[in-house]
């Protein structure tokens, strides 16, 4: 399966959800740019999660390191794993300069995505890769506060075999946890470290 199709699919999503949420102005850039800096200021803020070690966790977790937040969840077909592979190329070609990033994955299916399973999940990709989860109520608060929309689509299959949309951009704080980028579903991997690259200079 190739990810132009998947690119596609979840970038006008996100742009509609944007749009429903007073974000319409927000400009996507193509893979490898980003969402103009003044459209930022309202997105992110405090949060509460648990990681998939079952430990508290907040927005102020990980002080002094560039955080890459990406939210979806472990059944995702499609985009999540093809995001989390690029982060994880990403934060390869960072090298060194990687002990400096926290790749965050937060999950929007609290029902399904227990901290033990997403260990299990986030491993596949990078060790380095830490799995967020929470209360329904933890999860809706986070994605508010980050402006992503999810939903739960019920395919007929039994109560627990069912999809979630979502959006798939890629968020990116600087050393204080402040966002200050988000990156458009398909951006590289080359073009997503250059742009950590940077923030961890500042």
């Given at each position: 399966m190739t990810t132009k199709p998947v690119r596609i699919?979840?970038?006008?999503?996100?742009?509609?959800?944007?749009?429903?949420?007073?974000?319409?102005?927000?400009?996507?850039?193509?893979?490898?740019?980003?969402?103009?800096?003044?459209?930022?200021?309202?997105?992110?803020?405090?949060?509460?999660?648990?990681?998939?070690n079952g430990w508290p966790v907040t927005e102020s977790?990980?002080?002094?390191?560039?955080q890459v937040?990406?939210?979806?969840?472990?059944?995702?077909?499609?985009?999540?794993?093809?995001?989390?592979q690029t982060i994880a190329q990403a934060l390869d070609l960072l090298g060194g300069d990687a002990g400096g990033v926290q790749p965050l994955f937060v999950s929007v299916?609290?029902?399904?995505d227990t901290p033990a399973t997403l260990a299990e999940y986030t491993a596949l990709f990078d060790s380095r890769i830490l799995g967020l989860t929470?209360?329904?109520?933890?999860?809706?608060?986070v994605a508010k506060a980050y402006r992503v929309y999810f939903a739960k689509v019920d395919t007929k299959a039994g109560a627990d075999n069912?999809?979630?949309?979502?959006?798939?951009?890629?968020?990116?704080?600087?050393?204080?946890?402040?966002?200050?980028?988000?990156?458009?579903?398909?951006?590289?991997?080359?073009?997503?470290?250059?742009?950590?690259?940077a923030l961890l200079k500042t």
């Open positions: 699919r979840w970038a006008g999503l996100a742009l509609a959800v944007a749009a429903v949420a007073g974000l319409a102005w927000v400009q996507v850039e193509h893979a490898g740019g980003g969402v103009e800096a003044a459209a930022l200021s309202n997105v992110g803020g405090p949060w509460t999660l648990t990681d998939q977790s990980f002080p002094g390191k560039v937040l990406f939210f979806g969840y472990r059944y995702c077909p499609d985009v999540c794993p093809t995001e989390l299916d609290p029902q399904r929470g209360t329904p109520e933890q999860i809706k608060a069912y999809l979630m949309d979502h959006s798939a951009f890629v968020y990116l704080t600087d050393r204080s946890g402040a966002v200050t980028g988000v990156m458009p579903p398909g951006t590289t991997a080359d073009a997503l470290a250059d742009r950590i690259r």
